[in-house]
């Protein structure tokens, strides 16, 4: 099984920009459809976007959609996330998954119970 380890998080005002990253080892990256997901305080963990084995087919959550961008680099086995024009309500812990089912065949990447590997999490907490 793949570990995961996100890093990148951080303390950034409204409208700013981050990029986070998750870093893969363990296992064959590419086999790994992957996603990010958040929780905030209080809240239930949301799917924020997903990337298919290769980079070719990406998916966003509504509230994310047009102000993140998900990538990964098989060769270095990371997974990013860069987050343009950012929102107070974007705070969040962040945290990558990995799956090895078809979940995106069976249209079920938004839910979290089809990723079986899932790193600590990072913190992106944004100012207002």
């Known amino acids: 099984q793949v570990q995961l380890v996100e890093s990148g998080g951080g303390l950034v005002q409204a409208g700013g920009s981050l990029r986070i990253s998750c870093a893969a080892s363990?296992?064959?990256?590419?086999?790994?459809?992957m996603a990010w997901f958040r929780q905030a305080p209080g809240k239930e963990r949301e799917f924020v976007a997903a990337?298919?084995?290769?980079?070719?087919?990406?998916y966003y959550g509504d509230s994310v959609k047009g102000r993140f961008t998900i990538s990964r680099d098989n060769a270095k086995n990371t997974l990013y996330l860069e987050m343009n024009s950012l929102k107070p309500e974007d705070t969040a812990v962040f945290y990558c998954?990995?799956?090895?089912?078809?979940?995106?065949?069976?249209?079920?990447?938004?839910?979290?119970?089809?990723?079986?590997?899932w790193g600590q999490g990072t913190q992106v907490t944004v100012s207002s």
């Open positions: 998954a990995g799956a090895t089912g078809p979940v995106f065949a069976s249209g079920h990447y938004q839910d979290a119970r089809e990723y079986d590997n």
């Open positions: 990337i298919s084995w290769f980079g070719g087919h990406t």
């Open positions: 363990g296992g064959i990256f590419s086999n790994y459809a």
